[in-house]
């Protein structure tokens, strides 16, 4: 089976635009989960999709959205980018989702906000 | 709520000296529990969870970890470091009765010496 794949893998913005990066779930996965990480915050949760439905989200403005299509692959998107929004966005699917259900990972999208 | 606490930001020891990464979780409900490596460039993978099945958890690569409900740890060992393993790892919770929101460690990367 093909891995998580994230697109695109590097992107460099400017304060004030948007962005959308995209992930492409585990074939059969329908739990696809978004994290942050920075060297001084280390992971943390954006928001959890399962079935085009969002399910859990956690503690950042409203300018981090997200959703999921039929076809479990998903998208998250940035609003008036701030340069404190520099970081590897990782996305994580799982089959159901589920506290005891191993998540697997994509390699990031590395956004740089200048 | 649940939290999880890595004890040492970093940790090196020699070439096939033990290594032990340190975790302690709080959890109002019986937690499952993760331990995640990162390689540079690269997303998380799983190395093993605890979903009460046995408190001595076996993972890849020779990792161990056990879980101590009375001490509300899972320490991760490995009897003897290979260089391979130099990495950032990341304890992870989630709850039992809980969706797939997880909450992570703030990694310990551990540097291995020849």
């Known amino acids: 089976k093909a891995g998580v794949t994230q697109t695109p893998r590097y992107l460099i913005k400017t304060r004030g635009q948007q962005v959308t990066l995209s992930c492409s779930p585990i074939?059969?996965?329908?739990?696809v989960s978004w994290y942050q990480q920075t060297p001084g915050q280390g992971l943390q949760f954006l928001f959890e999709y399962f079935s085009e439905t969002q399910r859990n989200k956690g503690n950042f403005p409203g300018r981090f959205s997200g959703r999921q299509f039929s076809n479990s692959r998903s998208e998250m998107n940035v609003s008036t980018l701030e340069l404190g929004d520099s970081a590897l966005y990782l996305c994580a699917s799982s089959p159901t989702g589920g506290g005891m259900n191993e998540q697997f990972f994509g390699p990031g999208t590395r956004l740089t906000v200048l | 709520a649940q939290s999880v606490t890595q004890l040492g930001s970093h940790v090196s020891v020699s070439e096939g000296a033990l290594v032990l990464l340190r975790c302690n979780y709080s959890s109002s409900v019986p937690p499952y529990l993760f331990w995640y490596v990162q390689y540079p460039n690269q997303g998380l993978q799983l190395l093993l969870k605890y979903t009460s099945a046995a408190t001595l958890v076996k993972g890849i690569n020779g990792f161990e970890a056990e879980f101590k409900k009375s001490e509300t740890s899972f320490h991760l060992t490995k009897p003897s470091a290979h260089m391979s393993d130099a990495a950032e790892y990341f304890c992870a919770v989630t709850d039992s009765g809980g969706y797939q929101k997880v909450t992570f460690g703030t990694g310990t990367k551990l540097q291995v010496i020849p």
């Open positions: 074939s059969g996965h329908r739990s």
